[in-house]
T-cell receptor
């Protein structure tokens, strides 16, 4: 079982609030990812990181930001939450080399913005 | 056109049936093919990983890749109610980005 954790699991918040979704992994993986998943839809890549101090935006236009100060930690921040941000957010990690690009996912954070 | 097409289902089968799940894709550069299983309100978990063409078997699960047809399949033998989940195919060219299908919802009835 993958050792990747996300908190909170569920969050209901009002419009305009700043929120941070936490993601941590204990596998020492270099690469980490944030995805957005809506029911019946593909996973959309929001941000990814190759390693410490390396972050890039994904395909999905997002008003969120990420940081990677430590290998194991990859938090996602929404400066001002809006109802359009309501979704499930999945964090994942993968190792470099070996069975490349097999990603290990956290349990997800379900966000509801009122 | 989407890079990966996957029938969303739902697919409902009786316990013990053989299940066939499929994805088609358009980019011939994909080399790595994965299947993930996602239970309700959980994150996806890796089920099968295949590099290039051919078959791979793991217990009741068999993954098949046909690169000439750009078609991948996951077979589940002797399906169990605990197999009820959404199954996502995932493809990668060898770079950082993995393309996921939208998933097929499977229900196995006892």
């Amino acid at each position: 079982e993958a050792d990747i954790y996300q908190t909170p699991r569920y969050l209901v918040i009002g419009t305009g609030k700043k929120i941070t979704l936490e993601c941590s992994q204990t596998m020492g993986h270099d690469k980490m990812y944030w995805y957005q998943q809506d029911p019946g839809m593909e996973l959309h890549l929001i941000h990814y990181s190759y390693g410490v101090n390396s972050t890039e935006k994904g395909d999905l236009s997002s008003e969120s930001t990420v940081s990677r100060i430590r290998t194991e930690h990859f938090p996602l921040t929404l400066e001002s939450a809006r109802p359009s941000h309501t979704s499930q957010y999945l964090c994942a990690s993968s190792e470099t080399g070996g069975a490349r690009e097999t990603q290990y996912f956290g349990p997800g954070t379900r966000l509801l913005v009122l | 056109q989407k890079e990966v097409e996957q029938d969303p289902g739902p697919l409902s089968v009786p316990e013990g049936a053989i299940v066939s799940l499929n994805c088609t894709y358009s980019n011939s550069a994909f080399q790595y093919f994965m299947w993930y299983r996602q239970y309700s309100r959980k994150g996806p978990e890796l089920l099968m990983y295949t590099y290039s063409s051919g078959n791979k078997e793991d217990g009741r699960f068999t993954a098949q890749v046909d690169k000439s047809s750009k078609y991948i399949s996951l077979f589940i033998r002797d399906s169990q109610p605990s197999d009820s989940a959404t199954y996502l195919c995932a493809l990668n060219t060898g770079g950082f980005k993995t393309i996921f299908g939208a998933g097929t919802r499977l229900f196995v009835k006892a």
